[in-house]
């Protein structure tokens, strides 16, 4: 079945750095989209990146945009979030998604 695994959450200072890892299994990795989001209390999930199969096209969000930076190994069935100069809102719990499938989440906190 589709597993989903991120991690890498933490607890960071506003302007540092961290990066999420989400480890896949149980289908084709490379023929799939795949996308990080995110929820903070209180507010709705929303989208963060999506990087395509091969990795050539990358969306992000406006909020997020030249911050952070979405990437994928297809050989370790991985995608990765670096994010930099991290601020106060991004406090969240971060998805990975595949389609309808979702991973449990990691919480990352940035102290302000």
């Known amino acids: 079945q589709v597993q989903l695994v991120e991690s890498g959450g933490a607890l960071v200072p506003a302007g540092g750095s961290l990066r999420l890892s989400c480890a896949a299994s149980?289908?084709?990795?490379?023929?799939?989209?795949m996308g990080w989001f995110r929820q903070g209390v209180g507010k709705e999930r929303e989208f963060v990146a999506s990087?395509?199969?091969?990795?050539?096209?990358?969306d992000y969000a406006v909020s997020v945009k030249d911050r952070f930076t979405i990437s994928r190994d297809n050989a370790k069935m991985m995608v990765y979030l670096e994010m930099n100069n991290l601020k106060s809102e991004d406090t969240a719990v971060y998805y990975c998604?595949?389609?309808?499938?979702w991973g449990q989440g990691t919480q990352v906190t940035v102290s302000s």
């Open positions: 149980g289908f084709s990795f490379m023929t799939y989209w």
């Open positions: 998604r595949r389609g309808d499938n």
């Open positions: 990087i395509s199969e091969w990795g050539e096209n990358t």
